[in-house]
T-cell receptor
């Protein structure tokens, strides 16, 4: 059964810092990987999707990469801002299987 | 990207009653998904709802407790039946579009 671990569980950084969030899968056979953002009491906002033929995606200050050999993904946030404060979730599937989610990293960016 | 709305956004319900949550998508989609997010936990898939067929439930979830309707390609409902305090969660509707999954704003359910 696929399990997803996100490290760290919580992170507090001063505004302007670059930071890395980590995600690892027990089964490295990941087909699609998605990073989401969740604000308190809200739904999920899709940030980046890495599809089967890809290894990396970038959107603005965000960059996500996936190492399929190890089943590990990282989300890099450049020049963090207080508005980046949220919980970040990674999720992956193995083709025709449902997305499996990690528990998330709760990020606080302090002004 | 798909835009998803859910009703109600939140509710407080008595033990033993049932609540039906509605999910509306702004485009036609083949598969819709229902997730539960218990306090402090990540998302767990309840079931996948395809139009014109029975929903497929994940291990630990049964149709009697979580009946689902999918009358057309833009709408679905999830009913939480015979509720107990353990059903207090956020319930989220989701759709897939070209490999990317999108979520509704969620329904926050509290059972007293």
């Amino acid at each position: 059964k696929q399990e997803v671990t996100q490290i760290p569980a919580a992170l507090s950084v001063p505004e302007g810092e670059n930071l890395v969030l980590n995600c690892s899968f027990t089964d490295s056979a990941i087909y699609n990987l998605q990073w989401f953002r969740q604000d308190p009491g809200k739904g999920l906002t899709s940030l980046l999707l890495i599809q089967s033929s890809q290894r990396e995606q970038t959107s603005g200050r965000l960059n996500a990469s996936l190492d399929k050999s190890s089943g590990r993904s990282t989300l890099y946030i450049a020049a963090s801002q207080p508005g980046d404060s949220a919980t970040y979730l990674c999720a992956g599937d193995s083709g025709n299987t449902p997305l499996v989610f990690g528990k998330g990293t709760r990020l606080s960016v302090i002004a | 990207s798909a835009v998803i709305s859910q009703k109600p956004s939140r509710d407080i319900c008595q033990r033993g009653t049932s609540l039906t949550i509605q999910c509306q998508v702004d485009s036609q989609v083949t598969m819709m998904f229902w997730y539960r997010q218990q306090p402090g936990q990540s998302l767990t898939l309840i079931a996948t709802a395809n139009q014109g067929s029975e929903a497929t439930y994940e291990s630990g979830f049964v149709i009697d407790k979580f009946p689902i309707s999918r009358p057309n390609l833009t709408f679905s409902t999830l009913t939480v039946s015979n509720m107990s305090p353990e059903d207090s969660s956020i319930y989220l509707c989701s759709v897939e579009d070209r490999g990317e999954q999108y979520f509704g704003p969620g329904t926050r359910l509290t059972v007293t």
